[in-house]
T-cell receptor, first 113, second 115 residues
């Protein structure tokens, strides 16, 4: 079974631009969660999608948004990028509505200059 | 509020020795799950072990075991017979209740295995 895939793996953007990150969950998984990892703040939950609906949302500004498609693939968008958005963005998928495991992708490393 | 605390920023262990990584948690929910993940320098998070709040037995997965002390709200990870490949960041995480898959993570412990 293929694991969670994230594209692109690395990205460099300029302040003020917007960016879209993609995540393909493990086949059959319906829950996709997004996390931001920085040296200063650690791993912080952004949001979770289940069956195309946002089920949980972390404490991030509205510049951070996401969506999930009918095939469970998910995208995350960040508008008006700031230097502080530089981070590793991790996507995780789970098998059911309440699964006891999350499987993480390799992450997208975003650098904002 | 939900919180995970890992008080050991860095740990060293001799190869083939056992090591304990500490984790305490705080939640008022009765139903929760506790997880440990390993993050090598490559960045990918690797699931190691899970303990449910209602599980009476401590979880074990190969060389990993979780020392679950509910009254103390601690969920320490024990790695037996350390190997060089165990050198990585280790994160303790918690999921609370039935509200989906929002995980709360600790700040991590960097483990270095010395030959």
């Amino acid at each position: 079974k293929a694991g969670v895939t994230q594209t692109p793996r690395y990205l460099i953007k300029t302040r003020g631009q917007q960016v879209t990150l993609s995540c393909s969950p493990i086949s059959g998984h319906r829950s996709v969660s997004w996390y931001q990892q920085t040296p200063g703040q650690g791993l912080q939950f952004l949001f979770e999608y289940f069956s195309e609906t946002q089920r949980n949302k972390g404490n991030f500004p509205g510049r951070f948004s996401g969506r999930q498609f009918s095939n469970s693939r998910s995208e995350m968008n960040v508008s008006t990028l700031e230097l502080g958005d530089s981070a590793l963005y991790l996507c995780a998928s789970s098998g059911g509505s309440y699964s006891y495991e999350q499987y993480f992708g390799p992450g997208t490393r975003l650098t904002v200059t | 509020a939900q919180k995970i605390t890992q008080t050991q920023p860095g740990m060293f262990v001799q190869e083939k020795e056992a090591v304990t990584l500490d984790c305490t948690y705080d939640t008022s929910d009765q139903s929760y799950g506790l997880f440990w993940y390993k993050q090598p320098s490559s960045g990918e998070m690797i699931f190691l072990i899970y303990q449910g709040s209602y599980d009476e037995q401590n979880a074990t997965e190969g060389r990993y075991s979780l020392n679950f002390q509910k009254a103390r709200k601690s969920a320490n990870l024990v790695i037996s017979a350390s190997q060089l490949g165990d050198s990585a960041m280790y994160f303790c995480a918690m999921r609370v209740g039935d509200t989906g898959n929002q995980f709360y993570f600790g700040t991590g412990t960097s483990l270095t295995v010395i030959p």
